[in-house]
């Protein structure tokens, strides 16, 4: 391992960084957010949270294959195999640039039979379709843009990928106010502007390629010996979808999870329901900002010292990484339970039932969320441990455990509704614990190169 100090300069350069790469799909979601409640109305707010399930399986579908890639491009990158290095992300740069443009399809053929899959509240209907049309659309933008920002920050332009995100962010809050409040385009105006932003923020991350130290270049070749074969692309595609799956399952089923709490929560508390929902669902960004800075951490630096087999270097990383989320979630968990009706009223409710429903909603949520953190970091530590098994039963717990206790909450239990997340998931900490011990699962490296 590296001198402590250069390492730890490192390592709070990269999760600082990779924190605000995170902004990229936190931030832009808040801000639309927040713009939207105050400037059409809560129903606005309520129609973007009805979109969440499409926009998560495009992260889903992200994490699978650029976030997969991703860890093998740093496990490459600790065996110093260039040639590997530029293949994955290749591999990474072409399947996500196909996901995106399925999707466009979609958005200019069936919108109208996505918005109804998702949508049961005539009132709502209109507007989410507005929203969502725009952003699948758009969709290959957003796939690149998460894309490159993974292989960047990976290939040590970490710094370059904060800079691309801030800057794409800067320009959706701008022409948010731009579009909706000047042009009147309502809200149609916030997803063109976070489209947008994407586009600048790809512009920005491209200049990695640039730079003398750039590992990251395009190829059909696996080796420097090796022509391009079919048989080794799905081969690679299949380690790629290995690596990326548990967090792409996890990803996935928080989209089932979406559509199961929107329908239960419109059938038992309305519109007001919907509305704290959907605040909520923005303060589960604000969550994410961290944890997805952490994981990405994890997984890049990690990956890299479980090339090398680097024992004592991986485990300081999960410490600093572990100490650094439970400080982040005591803030955000204190700020939420003072401050809850300020909250609310910044996504523009207006009334004190909606006030007051929000209040209750987000006090269970901030709970349950950071439990949530805790069960979501600790899949991709097992992953990296090559427990792929533990990884994957976790990444299916996460959400699919929270529908029926919703479920059950809300039937037998309504009062409590709010703490249906609360309860899934320390039934989950239980599962967990009893599997790891049953198992007699260890978190040891294989032994350190020489």
């Known amino acids: 391992m590296e001198d402590k100090a250069t390492f730890n300069h490192k390592y709070w350069q990269f999760l600082w960084s990779s924190i605000l790469i995170a902004l990229s799909g936190c931030l832009g979601n808040v801000v639309d957010a927040v713009i939207v409640g105050n400037l059409i109305g809560e129903d606005g707010v309520s129609a973007i949270n009805l979109t969440k399930p499409v926009v998560q ?16 491009v740093g496990i490459e990158l600790g065996k110093k195999n260039h040639q590997g290095v530029a ?14 443009v399925l999707f466009t399809v979609c958005g200019i053929a069936i919108p109208d039979v996505v918005t109804g899959w998702l949508c049961t509240n005539d009132g709502l209907l209109s507007l989410t379709q507005d929203y969502l049309q725009v952003m699948m659309i758009g969709a290959p933008v957003y796939m690149v843009m998460w894309a490159l920002t993974t292989m960047a920050g990976v290939d040590g332009s970490p710094r370059l990928a904060s800079i691309a995100i801030l800057i794409d962010n800067a320009v959706n809050l701008s022409l948010d106010l731009v579009f909706i409040q000047l042009l009147g385009w309502g809200i149609e105006g916030s ?53 990326g799956a548990p967090l792409a399952v996890a990803c996935g089923t928080l989209a089932l999870l979406y559509v199961a709490c929107n329908h239960s929560v419109s059938l038992a508390k309305g519109r007001v329901g919907l509305f704290a929902l959907a605040v909520c669902m923005n303060l589960l960004q604000i969550y994410n900002l961290f944890l997805a800075g952490v994981e990405r951490t994890i997984q890049s630096l990690g990956s890299i010292e479980v090339g090398r087999g680097d024992n004592e270097a991986f485990r300081l990383i999960l410490r600093k990484s572990f100490r650094f989320i439970t400080v982040s979630m005591v803030i955000i968990c204190i700020f939420v339970w003072v401050f809850p009706a300020s909250i609310a009223r910044g996504f523009g409710a207006d009334s004190e039932a909606t006030i007051s429903e929000t209040v209750s909603a987000l006090r ?26 533990m990884s994957l039963l976790i990444s299916f717990m996460i959400s699919l455990m929270v529908i029926p206790v919703l479920w059950i909450v809300a039937h037998y239990f309504p ?21 790891h011990k049953v198992g007699h699962l260890k978190f040891e490296l294989p032994a350190k190169e020489q």
């Open 191 to 243: 997803s063109t502007a976070t489209v947008i932003g994407h586009l600048v923020g790809i512009a920005i991350i491209c200049r990695h390629f640039r730079y003398k130290d750039n590992h990251l270049w395009l190829t059909l070749c696996p080796t420097t010996q090796d022509d391009f074969s079919f048989a080794t692309f799905r081969a690679s595609l299949g380690k790629i979808v290995n690596q």
């Open 87 to 100: 293949y994955y992300f290749t591999l990474a740069m072409a399947t996500c640039l196909a996901v995106g």
């Open 364 to 389: 269970a949520f901030a709970l349950s969320l950071a439990l949530w953190c805790y069960i979501d970091t600790i899949m991709v530590v097992y992953k990296l441990y090559d427990y792929h098994k």
């Open 415 to 435: 009062s409590l509704l709010w703490y249906s997340y609360l309860i899934a998931y320390v039934i989950e900490l239980l599962i967990i614990f009893i599997v």
């Open 57 to 72: 399986v495009m992260f889903t579908l992200n994490m699978l294959l650029a976030t997969g890639a991703g860890m093998l």
